[in-house]
């Protein structure tokens, strides 16, 4: 697998194998068959469940969000979560888009892509995209289900006016004309109703008929949904005019708007394009930050690479628990038999919510740290490892502690005099870790770039296509912003 580029829009795409720590990177085997089942999340926030059968080899699954993040933050956590069966995933994107574009997922909302048409194109055009789109949204041609007639120009189409989710020249050339009514539905089904609180949509409309009179013909159009008045009196000119609703209720029917041509209108009805998202609350908490940045440095110290994004949400890392406050703490460490060397690092003690700590039968050596700052500790289990030096005189006495320290037989009572001795560089394990050994969350680190300002939106696309293969096992991919 190399880098390579898009013949088409000249995109380039660049290989994860130098950012891949676990999981499998290969060339898809058409031969064999699995079936998937796993979920998605964006830092702490589950956005999707997703599943495969065999009868759905070649099936694609696109699927596009629009997430803000502060220029302060360095990161957006993609996590693909397994649930029974290893999660994959054929491609990633990360856009960078302008300033006050899609401004409502500043206000805790993330936006998911339903539909997005390039109305007037033809069944043969292909989708508008990059570089007619220089944020490589992609605009599709409308199936067969869509019968009004379509109309094109080459003429450029004048700049938005006030339109801030900046359609293309490209999108904006062609468009659906009528001279009654027609309509544009889209019904989400079952599995977007139970998770959507409100859609944004956006409706764009601009004049590209040349063969009419300016100075006399006029179109004005009036616009319903399921049958109830949603605009009246709009009128369109050859400028491009977006139409949008930020917080559009959800309705089991679904969403079905008619254009028709206002009476005193000499034109029919227009619609160049238009777009419907799910707009879903996002979560806005994460793990404690003391306690983020201290199991990063436990993470790296002990060789964990096979888990990142935040610790706590959605889900936790396996071999921690977290309490359900608003800000989780970390209340519990478990790492029993993770063939784990080296020595304990002082950042343990940092966990300050920190209840039950089990490193037993791995292959620590030197001194056991310092963990009084642990007030809230009861169990801590260190049992067979290479411990050495005294016990610290605050763990062993320490009330309610379950200490157990048996199979280390270079330890000693707090108030003997046994030497610490100096880590086994040579230990026989020829790892600083599990790492890679234990199926978990992958990192992956992905450099781009985004746009300056008080905040960015980016919006992310992940291409998930169902093969008879073995499911590529990457769980969670963390987009770095430079």
């Known amino acids: 697998m190399t880098n390579s580029t898009d013949p088409v829009t000249g995109i380039q795409w660049t290989t994860d194998v130098p950012y891949i720590s676990t999981g499998i990177n290969q060339i898809i085997d058409r031969t064999a068959s699995v079936d998937n089942s796993f979920s998605a999340s964006i830092d702490s926030s589950s956005v999707d469940e997703l599943s495969w059968t ?23 956590s993609f996590c693909l979560i397994p649930n029974g069966t ?37 069944l043969t055009d292909p989708p508008v995209r990059y570089p007619d789109d220089p944020y490589d949204r992609i605009w599709y041609t409308p199936g067969v289900d869509y019968k009004v007639d379509g109309t094109k120009t080459t003429t450029k189409v004048p700049g938005p006016r006030e339109v801030f989710d900046k359609p293309p020249v490209a999108v904006m050339q062609s468009a659906w004309i009528f001279s009654g009514l027609f309509w544009w539905s889209y019904n989400p089904g079952d599995y977007e109703l139970g998770l959507t609180t409100t859609y944004y949509v956006n409706h764009f409309f601009a004049e590209i008929q040349t063969a009419i009179d300016l100075a006399t013909d006029i179109r004005i159009l009036n616009i319903n949904l399921n049958c109830e008045k949603y605009f009246s009196n709009l009128t369109v000119d050859s400028s491009t005019t977006q139409l949008f609703n930020k917080r559009l209720n959800v309705s089991s029917i679904g969403t079905n708007f008619t254009f028709s041509p206002d009476p005193q209108s000499t034109l029919g009805a227009i619609l160049n394009a238009g777009k419907i998202y799910a707009s879903r609350d996002k979560v806005m908490s994460s793990t404690d930050a003391k306690d983020a940045d201290a199991l990063e440095v436990l993470k ?12 706590c949400l959605p889900v936790a890392f396996d071999w921690l628990s977290c309490d359900k406050g608003m800000t989780p703490r970390v209340i519990s460490i478990k790492l029993s038999n993770f063939n784990l060397t080296g020595t304990i690092p002082s950042s343990i003690g940092d966990l300050t919510a920190l209840m039950d700590l089990w490193l037993d039968n791995n292959k620590f050596q030197g001194a056991i740290p310092d963990l009084s700052k642990l007030a809230k500790l009861k169990t801590l289990f260190l049992q067979n490892n290479k411990f050495s030096g005294p016990i610290p005189a605050d763990l ?13 037989d270079k330890l000693c009572a707090p108030t003997e ?36 300002g008080i905040a960015a939106i980016g919006g992310l696309l992940m291409l998930l296509k169902r093969l008879k293969s073995a499911p590529i096992e990457i769980s969670c991919i963390k987009l770095q912003i430079c």
């Open 86 to 122: 290893p999660a994959f995933i054929n491609t990633l994107e990360l856009r960078p888009l302008a300033v006050g574009m899609y401004d409502v997922v500043y206000k805790g909302k993330y936006l998911k892509m339903l539909t997005r048409l390039n109305c007037g194109a033809s």
């Open 396 to 408: 062993e006495s320490k009330s309610g502690l379950n200490l157990q320290t048996s199979g280390n």
């Open 54 to 76: 065999e009868t759905e080899v070649d099936t694609v699954i696109e699927l596009e969000y629009v997430v803000a993040t502060s220029v302060t933050g360095d990161s957006i």
């Open 300 to 311: 790296t110290s002990l060789g964990l690479k096979s888990w990142a994004g935040d610790p």
């Open 417 to 452: 005099n046994c030497p610490i001795l100096p880590p086994d560089l040579t230990d026989d394990s020829g790892t600083t870790g599990r790492g890679g050994s234990k199926s978990g969350v992958s990192g992956v680190v992905i450099g781009v770039i985004v746009v300056s």
